[in-house]
């Protein structure tokens, strides 16, 4: 009886080791994945693996995911307009807006509008209702860095 406890025992503490190290696998295989995509977004939005050097890998996790929630909380994304429409502007709007104007100040100034943009804001109005204007961003304090004026000589023809 003595034996088969004993046999038991070990056959259940290899078990049990067997089973730590498939968790342990399964965790770093998952970190590493999360650390990739956190890699991807980051460069996607401008910061390279250089800016990244001394942290690890579980704080360029964080550091990418608070972000990104920070970036779709509504914290910026609610200065648009959730519907299908573009917003209808005039040149005059146009000629109020500078280079060093935000997102958040350009949304702000010429109103909601749909964003068209994936991994950047690409914000899209219709000017005068003969003309496209987009701007785009890559982040909300990312300055505008063209004058009114300039904007108005980029305008678009609506076909």
Same mark, same amino acid.
Request: zero cysteines; proline letters at 1%; hydrophobic letters at 35%.
């Given at each position: /009886?003595?034996?088969?406890?004993?046999?038991?025992?070990?056959?259940?503490?290899?078990?049990?080791?067997?089973?730590?190290?498939?968790?342990?696998?399964?965790?770093?295989?998952?970190?590493?994945?999360?650390?990739?995509?956190?890699?991807?977004?980051?460069? /996607?939005?401008?910061?390279?693996?250089?800016?990244?050097?001394?942290?690890?890998?579980?704080?360029?996790?964080?550091?990418?995911?608070?972000?990104?929630?920070? =970036?779709?909380?509504?914290?910026?994304?609610?200065?648009?307009?959730?519907?299908?429409?573009?917003?209808?502007?005039?040149?005059?709007?146009?000629?109020?807006?500078?280079?060093? /104007?935000?997102?958040?100040?350009?949304?702000?100034?010429?109103?909601?509008?749909?964003?068209?943009?994936?991994?950047?804001?690409?914000?899209?109005?219709?000017?005068?209702? =003969?003309?496209?204007?987009?701007?785009?961003?890559?982040?909300?304090?990312?300055?505008?860095?063209?004058?009114?004026?300039?904007?108005?000589?980029?305008?678009?023809?609506?076909?």
């Amino acid at each position: /009886m003595n034996k088969i406890l004993k046999n038991r025992y070990i056959l259940a503490t290899i078990a049990t080791s067997f089973l730590v190290v498939a968790i342990l696998s399964i965790m770093t295989i998952k970190e590493n994945r999360d650390y990739d995509i956190a890699i991807g977004y980051l460069r /996607m939005i401008g910061i390279t693996e250089r800016d990244l050097k001394g942290y690890s890998k579980k704080e360029i996790i964080k550091a990418a995911n608070k972000y990104e929630e920070e =970036i779709h909380s509504g914290k910026f994304t609610d200065l648009l307009a959730e519907k299908e429409s573009i917003k209808a502007i005039y040149s005059e709007d146009i000629k109020e807006l500078s280079a060093t /104007m935000t997102y958040k100040e350009v949304v702000e100034k010429l109103g909601p509008t749909r964003d068209v943009g994936h991994s950047r804001y690409i914000l899209e109005y219709r000017v005068d209702d =003969i003309y496209s204007l987009k701007l785009t961003y890559g982040n909300d304090q990312e300055k505008l860095g063209i004058s009114g004026e300039e904007l108005l000589e980029q305008l678009e023809l609506i076909e």
